[in-house]
């Protein structure tokens, strides 16, 4: 799996939107970018994937570059509770045996 | 739906004792990891399943790890004997596989089982 590296912290002010970065500049071609987080105590928790096209759940948005080297997660308006570690994965999604690999993320702080 | 149930969520042993974590994967989910998140770090993976097949465990410490995946439905993983390295949370997670849409490789975290050892 492709290595990917964040920031280490990142400060957000209530209601506006969070722009997460990623690297994932050796990204092979068959691996879709995943997106989790995980709140204090708590287990990693699925945001968003995708592949090459930008995509947008009730969570959040998913902004991947042309060249697919680096992806963008976007909370759109961020609140308290969105507090938590943001980690970015790069994986083979389709078919075989895969593993979820995870670096040391982003911890996200909202701020009232 | 009923989500990943791990048990204990909590665990305080002296070194050298044994301990067994026990999870309850999504009813229908083919695969199940086992990852160890030390403090400050993402979550490692320790083991995977497809069904009852342990198909990656490299990562595994196999000298005082173990697990299992009887019926390849729920799992256990134990330590024995446990040293002081081994504190962290232990997570357990499971997907249902088998496609390329979002029901099929959203990987599905339990709240994980603290272990202190002491």
């Known amino acids: 799996d492709a290595k990917t590296t964040q920031p280490p912290s990142m400060d957000c002010a209530e209601g506006r939107a969070a722009n997460l970065p990623c690297n994932h500049s050796t990204i092979s071609g068959n691996e879709y970018v995943y997106w989790y987080r995980q709140i204090h105590s708590q287990g990693p928790q699925y945001i968003i994937h995708g592949l090459k096209n930008n995509e947008t759940n009730e969570m959040a948005s998913l902004i991947i570059t042309e060249d697919r080297k680096s992806s963008t997660l976007i909370l759109p308006h961020a609140t308290l509770r969105d507090t938590a570690v943001y980690y970015c994965i790069v994986r083979v999604a389709s078919g075989g045996y895969q593993k979820v690999t995870f670096g040391t993320g982003t911890k996200l702080q909202v701020i009232p | 739906e009923a989500g990943v149930v791990q048990s204990p969520r909590y665990k305080i042993i002296e070194k050298k004792q044994p301990v067994a974590f026990w999870c309850n994967p999504i009813?229908?989910?083919?695969?199940l990891y086992w990852y160890r998140q030390n403090l400050g770090q993402g979550p490692e993976l320790l083991i995977r399943?497809?069904?009852?097949?342990?198909?990656?465990d490299s990562q595994l410490p196999k000298d005082r790890f173990s697990a299992e995946r009887l019926k390849g439905v729920d799992s256990t993983l134990k330590i024995q004997p446990a040293e002081l390295g081994d504190s962290a949370v232990y997570l357990c997670a499971s997907r249902r596989g088998g496609g390329q849409g979002r029901m099929n490789t959203e990987a599905f975290f339990g709240q994980g089982t603290r272990l202190t050892v002491v």
């Open positions: 399943y497809e069904n009852e097949e342990a198909v990656d």
């Open positions: 009813s229908g989910h083919n695969t």
